[in-house]
């Protein structure tokens, strides 16, 4: 039961009132956490402090080299809100998205927690071909370290996270805490509607769906290999690209239709995605480097079985066998293709593994059980 005692301070330099920030994490999580608290307090700041120096910096080496929420003067600043916030409302705990108001916030007492979906570094190390690591990562890298052994603890959504920050950052496993984040745009269909959906999958043709913005990272030209490999074997299939506008071999662009990118505020936009999920029989989305993987639990939620690589955080969102298949991380498009036809080896095998994706779905990857997970992990630790 909820203790007006229960007050949580949320700090964010994302805005939480925006559906669209981090792709909508912070709006969910907030609105999930307003639930299971019986007072929220959000503080954001949403800008970052510009300095003669930071600025001159930013612009003789360019805006991903010297980001300004990097610099020294935003990261005290932000520190600065926090412990004028933490003094004002005097909460019974602070939860942090992300690190950036920590670095130099110091002791706020009371209990202080730190969720994300990796250690910063981690993240930067795995997405290395794909982003610049900026000037200052070394030592953001080695502030963020400082802060996260003074916490009482820190939540991550995977595994692979939390044992990345055992090694970085030096904390004892006790302060490691791995809840799953929800899905951001889970399906609005009953299980009911879901279930029978099931029943009448796949068809006479395979219908494949990639959702990702980058199409390099996501993995896309392993998509269309795979793609290729599956015709090559005697199996129709289509593949549904939506996020990007990739350049389809001319040899494959009668298999693969280029929706582009569906905005999920646009009424017609949204139509067509949630389209696309329900005639989808299987999610392929081979990410080169995923620190999570959000649009697996959205897939999930829809009763789509998932083939993936092993990357990072993957492996905490597709259980292997169970909701899905993943490819060691070197695998080729003949691999993937392997895996797909393990996942339709029988009708029996496919619904099993579609119907326990729509069960992990509903059960572990929601805001309300990660909401839920936060309540008890702060509220436990606050019990003599």
């Given at each position: 039961m ?10 964010t ?12 994490t ?9 639930a ?16 003669p ?10 805006q ?5 929420w ?6 005290r600043?932000?520190g600065?809100?926090l ?5 004002e409302?005097?909460?019974s705990?602070v939860?942090s ?12 007492g009371c ?24 000037d200052l990562?070394?030592r953001?890298?080695?502030l ?10 820190l939540?991550f959504p995977?595994?692979?996270?939390c ?9 004892p496993?006790?302060r490691?805490?791995?809840?799953p984040?929800?899905?951001?745009r889970?399906?609005?269909?009953a ?11 796949p068809g ?7 959702v990702?913005?980058d199409?390099v990272?996501?993995g896309?030209?392993?998509a ?5 490999q599956?015709?090559a ?14 350049e389809v071999?001319q040899?494959?662009r ?9 905005s999920?505020?646009?009424?017609s936009d949204?139509?067509?995605l949630?389209?696309a ?10 990410s ?6 959000l649009?697996?639990a ?8 998932c ?9 905490g969102?597709?259980?292997d066998?169970?909701?899905?298949r ?12 392997q895996?797909?036809?393990e996942?339709l080896?029988?009708?029996h095998t496919?619904?099993?593994?579609a119907r326990a ?12 059980a990660?909401?839920?997970g936060v ?10």
């Amino acid at each position: 039961m909820q203790s007006n005692q229960e007050h949580l301070l949320i700090a964010t330099v994302e805005d939480a009132d925006s559906p669209a920030a981090w792709s909508g994490t912070p709006y969910h999580m907030v609105n999930a956490l307003r639930a299971e608290f019986a007072r929220v307090t959000v503080l954001q700041t949403l800008r970052s402090v510009k300095r003669p120096l930071p600025v001159l910096m930013r612009l003789l080496r360019g805006q991903a080299q010297r980001p300004l929420w990097m610099s020294a003067p935003t990261l005290r600043h932000c520190g600065a809100r926090l412990r004028a916030a933490v003094s004002e409302v005097r909460p019974s705990h602070v939860l942090s998205i992300s690190s950036q108001h920590l670095i130099h916030a110091g002791p706020l007492g009371c209990p202080t927690y730190m969720v994300s979906d990796a250690p910063w570094m981690a993240y930067k190390e795995a997405y290395a071909r794909y982003e610049p690591l900026p000037d200052l990562a070394a030592r953001y890298a080695r502030l963020e370290a400082q802060a996260a052994r003074d916490l009482s603890g820190l939540i991550f959504p995977t595994p692979w996270a939390c044992e990345q920050a055992r090694e970085r950052y030096g904390v004892p496993a006790s302060r490691l805490h791995c809840l799953p984040f929800g899905a951001n745009r889970a399906s609005p269909l009953a299980a009911e509607v879901l279930d029978r959906q099931i029943d009448g999958k796949p068809g006479r043709s395979l219908n494949l769906l990639f959702v990702g913005r980058d199409w390099v990272r996501k993995g896309g030209p392993l998509a269309l290999e795979a793609l290729a490999q599956l015709h090559a074997r005697g199996m129709p299939a289509r593949l549904v690209v939506i996020g990007c506008t990739p350049e389809v071999p001319q040899a494959l662009r009668s298999w693969v239709d280029v929706l582009g990118f569906l905005s999920p505020a646009q009424p017609s936009d949204q139509q067509r995605l949630e389209q696309a999920y329900r005639a989808a029989d299987l999610f392929l989305l081979p990410s080169q480097a995923e620190c999570y993987g959000l649009v697996f639990a959205e897939a999930q939620s829809w009763g789509l079985p998932c083939v993936a690589l092993a990357v990072q955080g993957v492996p905490g969102v597709v259980v292997d066998g169970m909701t899905g298949r993943l490819c060691p991380p070197d695998a080729d498009g003949l691999a993937l293709a392997q895996a797909i036809e393990e996942v339709l080896a029988s009708p029996h095998t496919y619904r099993r593994l579609a119907r326990a994706a729509l069960q992990h779905a509903r059960q572990a990857t929601t805001w309300s059980a990660f909401a839920a997970g936060v309540r008890s992990l702060l509220m436990g630790a606050s019990q003599p």
